[in-house]
């Protein structure tokens, strides 16, 4: 079975360690979008405890694959919430379908169907992430970090989503190369999203 290794372990517990700080502080707010973003926050916290207790095997299982699917559809939708909001109904339902279908072509193993809608979904997720903090009116200096944070889970997300399909993002991204960088994408990616929501929440 293909473990973390112990610099991987220690990564992943970092970015656990962010994605639980970063939790509290969103619930302390309670805002509408707080909520969004905690499911996401969340879910990369117990994704990351799964991943130093079973390996990164299970990231093509079913479950995994849907579950880790809340990660990008919490913190895209926060920020549609938060910043966007003459967009942010039809981008919940477009995303809530995306999600739906996911499930369920994980689940009954509807082939066509996930090679569809798990490449699509990460891409739409991912690119709210990116470029809405770029974007986003009256938004807080430094909150872009929070794209950049979007930027790297939107790689990772990506060439994982190909890799559930059968075939490597690129040609490059196989499986040996995305599980040795994973926990670096990870680690890199939370410390962006703290310090972009860092300065969201010292606004607001």
């Not at 969340?42 to 990351?48: F, K, P, Q, R, T």
């Not at 090679?115 to 909150?143: D, N, Q």
């Not at 979007?150 to 690129?170: E, M, N, R, S, V």
Request: net charge positive; proline share 4%.
């Amino acid at each position: 079975m293909n473990h973390p290794n112990t610099i991987d372990i220690i990564l992943l517990l970092l970015t656990g360690l962010v994605a639980l700080y970063l939790s509290v502080q969103f619930f302390k707010r309670k805002k509408l979008y707080d909520w969004y973003y905690i499911l996401g926050f969340v879910v990369l916290l117990v994704a990351g405890v799964l991943l130093i207790l079973q390996g990164y095997e299970i990231l093509g299982t079913p479950f995994v694959l849907t579950v880790s699917s809340l990660i990008p559809l919490g913190i895209s939708m926060g920020i549609a919430e938060e910043y966007f909001p003459g967009i942010k109904k039809p981008f919940k339902w477009f995303l809530g379908i995306g999600f739906v279908l996911i499930a369920l072509s994980s689940y009954f193993e509807w082939t066509l169907v996930r090679k569809i809608s798990v490449p699509l979904f990460h891409s739409v997720a991912g690119l709210m992430i990116f470029l809405g903090p770029i974007m986003a009116k009256g938004a807080p200096k430094g909150f872009f970090w929070v794209g950049i944070g979007g930027l790297l889970i939107g790689i990772g997300g990506i060439a994982l989503a190909f890799l559930t399909i059968g075939q490597p993002l690129l040609g490059i991204f196989t499986a040996a190369l995305v599980f040795n960088i994973l926990s670096l994408i990870l680690v890199l990616m939370a410390f962006s999203f703290l310090y972009g929501f860092q300065k969201d929440l010292a606004q607001k």
